[in-house]
């Protein structure tokens, strides 16, 4: 929808400023601008006419973490993350995008395979010291202006993609029942194929078959950028995989993903067959995290014991209201004590590629995490969504803690007795 359409939805901002409290980029910055107030008064301003589409526009529009946070904090419930991303994608259209886009969203993003091979020469450029070279050359600018400074949160790149191990295909499981299909996220298959090891094994552990599927991206990226176009073409792609064979459920372990495709339907119009196709599909699709309570609880080992802190990514607690569930599985693991930390649901900065564009902002929004993590004295700190593992790591190696930060699925495969 066009902003001009939303006219009622702005309206109701009554700019009282309670989402200042819960705005992530407000308290890093202290800046009217960078609070759903201030980006709602944007849109009027755009709406009244007294401001005009422009370049100037990209900051204001692009440095929202779209977290959600401000909504729940907001008593008319203004959503102010839906509206920038619609704003964003009128500023393609009025503005222009950059090339990288296009070239990610409609050359990388749809080809797993592609994206593999990508994957493959960064890790060899990172662990070899090349993307120095590069970075020296000025070449690497072209992902963000930040990305100098943001590609020392990624650490050593894995040696290998998750579906290089695991082709698609069926795989046996152990239990009677039940077909899944393990949809793979990018960032599960590039950055952490070992905890996508794990989300399988347990998967297999509970299912008669585990399907690992020839998915492409969700299409989470580019639908946040505000390109729906591309976001729903990866869906379109995505539902033709998932409904090809008799799939009960169709699990995944990025928190991320699996809110995206729970939103799917909000894609396409109503009348369209692909809209009624990803209802049906959308009632299918769980979240690990979810999906992990509802199997039959497997015998679990005493393992050394450890004091664990759980962070809610956005698209887990307020995109999929998967509060209680993670703390539900890690209170009930052995060895496990487990420890609350403040603000557990306050956005890690992370916000999938934000710190390309906006380093200091998000370095900001992280140290306030790891404030909280520090304060619950805990040596693992675990969550459900790969970017947040990333930026979280990034966040307790540059303070040298010592908390293995690591994926929920992990936690639970440790437990599980050996085979
Ligand atoms: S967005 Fe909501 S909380 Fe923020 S100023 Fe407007 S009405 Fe108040
Ligand atoms: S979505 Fe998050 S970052 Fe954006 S205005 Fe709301 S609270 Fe702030």
């Not at 194929?193 to 989300?199: G, L, M, Q, W």
């Not at 078959?209 to 990866?234: F, I, M, Q, W």
């Not at 790891?370 to 966040?395: F, M, R, W």
Request: net charge neutral.
């Amino acid at each position: 929808m066009k902003i001009a359409e939303h006219d009622q939805t702005i309206a109701m901002c009554n700019r009282c400023g309670f989402c200042q409290v819960a705005c992530p980029t407000f308290r890093a910055t202290g800046q009217e601008a960078g609070v759903a107030r201030g980006r709602v008064a944007l849109l009027r301003a755009l709406n009244e006419g007294r401001l005009e589409w422009s370049p100037d526009l990209e900051e204001p529009l692009f440095a929202c973490l779209l977290c959600g946070a401000c909504t729940t904090n907001c008593f008319p419930a203004v959503p102010t993350a839906d509206l920038i991303v619609d704003a964003r994608e009128e500023y393609l259209e009025k503005v222009g995008r950059k090339r990288i886009h296009k070239l990610l969203f409609e050359h990388l993003l749809p080809y797993p395979e592609r994206l593999r091979r990508v994957a493959r020469a960064v890790a060899l450029g990172k662990n070899s010291g090349l993307s120095s070279v590069a970075r020296a050359l000025g070449l690497l600018r072209i992902f963000g202006r930040d990305f100098p400074k943001s590609e020392k949160i990624i650490g050593r790149m894995p040696g290998y993609a998750l579906r290089e191990k695991f082709p698609p295909g069926v795989l046996e499981g152990r239990g009677k029942e039940l077909r899944i299909g393990y949809f793979v996220g990018c960032g599960m298959e590039i950055m952490n194929p070992v905890a996508a090891e794990a989300s399988i094994d347990l998967l297999r552990e509970a299912a008669l078959e585990v399907h690992v599927l020839e998915n492409t991206c969700c299409g989470l990226p580019a639908g946040s950028y505000g390109d729906r176009k591309a976001a729903r073409r990866l869906a379109a792609k995505n539902l033709e995989v998932v409904t090809a064979q008799p799939l009960d459920l169709i699990v995944t372990d990025c928190s991320s993903c699996a809110s995206f495709l729970k939103q799917y339907p909000g894609l396409f119009d109503e009348g369209d067959p692909l809209h009624e196709k990803s209802k049906e599909v959308a009632s299918r699709v769980r979240d690990m995290v979810e999906q992990a309570l509802a199997f039959p609880p497997p015998k679990l080992e005493e393992t050394e014991p450890i004091i664990v802190t759980y962070h809610d990514p956005c698209h887990a607690s307020r995109g999929q209201n998967l509060v209680e569930q993670p703390r539900q599985i890690l209170e009930s693991l052995p060895g496990v004590e487990y420890r609350e930390m403040p603000e557990a649901d306050w956005c890690c900065g992370g916000a999938g590629s934000y710190a390309l564009s906006h380093f200091e902002t998000a370095m900001k929004v992280l140290d306030r995490k790891i404030d909280n993590v520090e304060k619950t004295g805990a040596n693992v700190l675990t969550t459900s969504c790969p970017a947040c593992i990333i930026q979280l790591a990034y966040g307790v190696r540059r303070r040298n803690l010592p908390v293995r930060v690591c994926h929920l699925s992990e936690l639970i495969r440790e437990r599980l007795p050996q085979t």
